[in-house]
């Protein structure tokens, strides 16, 4: 002892270690919620619960601006850092998680790095993908005892026509965002839109989501214009000056609107849009006010924490896609430690289950709607700096749970799981 | 309002305690945007003043003797000690980064402190004002209850969704007990005979046999024309004879009265927007809870449960705590 009063830290560190020893002693528990842990013996191993991540790389233009440079790790540190919270507490329930990450090249076979990850012994695994091959992907795993988790594609066609049994999505899709967005403009008594949108496929995607939120919610677009010009080098000694024009005149002219909804998934010319309307109007959509599942300075209901510890890990701020992928492995975790088991059959059962719930810092429960396999989660609408507000918006009701206000709604669910 | 407390006084002498405690207690109300506690006097139902302290005060706890105010400034990253009589701030203490709940052995020390960012549980001596002890726990360990006896600790963790029962001569954790999402404050029976924890994310209330570490039951609460996501119980109370528990229902606006022998919900009181905390005098005749979106207090006579006063407080009350005289 050094001090009067004070346990000296070599002691202290053993009673840790033998308090841990004990708690993670306990045999395995019937599948009750009324067990505790108690310590029994000291020898037995815990539970494995291997996670696999698969990314498969894609081609990206260079971002407009610096900031939006994506990280390496994008995804993949909110994995990490989920399994090192299912590990905190697998402790205390005997479970050990471990992740394995496959990156997969751009023309690399995806199907391939799949089915190494699951005769490895991974039975969930979370994928980074574009839609078609997310849809390859599952298709290649039809007759196998594996759990796909989409944590980015947000194509409306996943959780549709083409939904399948074994996924489920983590990531929010188009349609939610646009209704989380329409729910807060609405709101805002901003119902005449000025929608602007860029001629790629995924933009007519999100023109077809912010046209059904319109309707959906009650408010009118009054004109609706194409950005046809494709995108060349992303800067040029002259380009801020030729876009200080460009901007002003491809905005004008319209009929009185309160509000510029931009469709430019790729963010070719939406990011310009801020600023340099013709008429000074706000802009929201792929760029200014967004719909997102996270937002780096989100700190409501205990958000802090996650951001505190994300950001000590990682050296970098939380993103939508980091979000994404914890969500997946805490839900695994969530299943695991409430079966206390390592096993498919009941870590399945049980997320899609009933009992599922899971706290996600978005001030209610996070689930999976049984129709088509979507994590029913708040959006956060935000500026680039701060969060705005979290929809759903009051006042937009629904005969069970608000949340399903935002995106498809079980009757006009075309999901037929195969 | 000295002749008021006096004609209170004499009216409690002369005719038995009547349905508004006389005795004169001190309420203290931590604000958590504003940065304050209010103190108010349990008598008058006044606000006596207002007491600048560290930034964002949540958990408040009278020390035994009362002599001193224990304030968990989570975005100060320190436990602040506020001395009664002077009300100054005379020491910090050791908590850890954002300190959120905290809890005292009834020895009078030490003092027991969640570290959310570390998973850690954090015992200080208050006498040396040095940590004893660190005990890992779950994923954001937040709510700390004591045992009567001092035997036990308990630390609920909101990410991992369990109450750490741990041992206070030891510092070893015992059980864990699995619980309903974030669970976020855990309370002993007077008699130490059961745990309560409140789970904010699923809606409930668990009572755990204290001794047996299983649990009894699970209660759910279901209040008339609310959506269900927006009851997230928080704090709660439960008589000191054990046939009344109260639970603070948050968005919902409610304090839930449950029967604490059957399990059974009795009424649903109205009170201010989102209530955090509750504190009973210690006669129980009163039960204060912190609005924190009203920026009151409501005061519920607790024989007959009634809410009869609201109290305007400093910004975002959250935390409450009473003196013993």
């Known amino acids: 002892m050094v001090q009067a009063g004070r346990i000296h830290p070599t002691w202290l560190l053993l009673a840790v270690l033998l308090g841990f020893l004990l708690s993670v002693a306990a045999p395995a528990l019937a599948a009750d919620s009324n067990s505790s842990a108690r310590s029994v013996s000291a020898d ?119 939904c399948r049994a074994n996924v489920l999505h983590t990531a929010p899709d188009l349609d939610m965002l646009a209704d989380a967005l329409a729910q807060y403009l609405v709101w805002k008594k901003w119902q005449r839109w000025f929608v602007v949108s860029g ?57 009185s609107y309160d509000v510029l909804i931009v469709a430019d998934r790729r963010g070719n010319f939406g990011p310009y849009l801020p600023y340099r309307t013709w008429d000074p109007r706000p802009v929201a959509g792929t760029s200014g006010l967004r719909a997102m599942s996270w937002h780096p300075a989100h700190e409501q209901w205990g958000a802090t924490q996650m951001q505190n510890r994300f950001q000590r890990f990682a050296k970098r701020f939380m993103l939508p896609l980091d979000y994404q992928a914890w969500v997946a492995v805490r839900a695994i975790g969530e299943a695991a430690s409430r079966t206390h088991s390592g096993d498919f059959a009941p870590i399945n059962a049980y997320i899609r289950g009933d009992q599922f719930d899971l706290a996600a810092f978005k001030g209610r429960k996070v689930t999976f709607r049984k129709w088509d396999g979507q994590l029913r989660q708040p959006i956060i609408i935000a500026g680039p700096e701060l969060p705005v507000s979290t929809s759903p918006q009051q006042g937009f009701l629904h005969e069970h749970e608000e949340v399903d206000t935002l995106g498809i709604d079980e009757p006009e669910s075309k999901c037929k799981f195969k | 309002m000295k002749a008021v407390r006096i004609l209170a006084a004499i009216t409690a002498v002369g005719f038995g305690w009547g349905p508004v405690a006389a005795q004169a207690y001190t309420v203290y109300v931590s604000n958590e945007k504003g940065n304050s506690l209010t103190v108010i006097d349990s008598d008058t139902l006044q606000v006596q003043t207002t007491i600048p302290v560290g930034q964002r005060p949540r958990g408040i706890m009278l020390t035994k003797d009362d002599k001193h105010v224990l304030i968990c400034a989570s975005d100060s990253d320190t436990m602040q000690m506020l001395d009664v009589a002077s009300r100054k701030i005379v020491a910090d203490l050791p908590s850890g980064p954002d300190p959120e709940q905290l809890n005292i052995n009834p020895k009078g020390s030490p003092v027991y402190v969640a570290n959310e960012d570390d998973n850690l549980l954090t015992a200080i001596d208050l006498n040396t004002k040095k940590v004893v002890a660190e005990v890992e726990v779950g994923v954001e360990p937040e709510g700390v209850g004591v045992s009567p006896d001092g035997k036990t600790v308990v630390v609920t963790s909101e990410t991992s969704n369990m109450a750490h029962f741990i041992d206070t001569d030891t510092y070893e954790v015992t059980d864990n007990v699995l619980v309903g999402q974030r669970p976020r404050f855990a309370q002993f029976t007077a008699d130490g005979s059961q745990l309560w924890v409140t789970s904010e994310v699923a809606g409930t209330a668990t009572v755990i046999d204290a001794k047996t570490r299983k649990i009894i039951k699970v209660i759910h609460f279901a209040v008339p024309g609310v959506q269900a996501d927006y009851i997230q119980p928080v704090g709660v109370r439960v008589t000191k004879d054990g046939t009344k528990a109260f639970v603070a229902l948050g968005p919902a606006n409610r304090v839930a009265v449950v029967n604490a022998k059957t399990f059974e919900v009795e009424d649903y009181l109205l009170v201010g927007k989102r209530v955090w905390q509750l504190a009973f005098t210690p006669d129980q005749k009163l039960l204060f809870a912190t609005n924190g979106n009203s920026n009151d207090v409501s005061v519920i006579d607790v024989p007959s449960l009634k809410v009869v006063k609201s109290i305007a407080t400093g910004e975002a009350p959250w935390g409450v705590t009473i003196s013993r005289e």
């Open chain 1, 199 to 255: 001629a790629f496929p995924e933009d007519r995607a999100y023109l077809d989501a912010v046209r059904r939120s319109a309707k959906r919610f009650g408010a009118k677009i009054v004109a609706e214009r194409e950005y046809k010009q494709k995108p060349g080098a992303r800067r040029s000694d002259t380009g801020e000056q030729l876009i200080q024009l460009q901007m002003p005149v491809f905005t004008q002219g319209v009929p």
């Open chain 1, 44 to 162: 037995s191993k815990p539970t494995l619960v291997p996670i696999g991540y698969l990314k498969q790389e894609v081609k990206h233009l260079i971002p407009l601006s610096r900031l939006n440079v994506k990280p390496e790790d994008l995804g993949i540190a909110g994995a990490e850092i989920a399994l090192k919270d299912n590990n905190t507490t697998g402790k205390f329930t005997k479970q050990k998680f471990l992740l394995d990450v496959v990156r997969v090249p751009i023309d690399g076979d995806a199907v391939a790095a799949l089915q190494k990850l699951v005769e490895s012994g991974h039975h969930f695994v979370l994928v980074d993908a574009p839609a078609d091959v997310l849809l390859k992907l599952s298709d290649s795993v039809k007759d196998r005892d594996v759990l796909l988790f989409n944590v980015s594609a947000p194509d409306e066609t996943l959780r549709q026509e083409n």
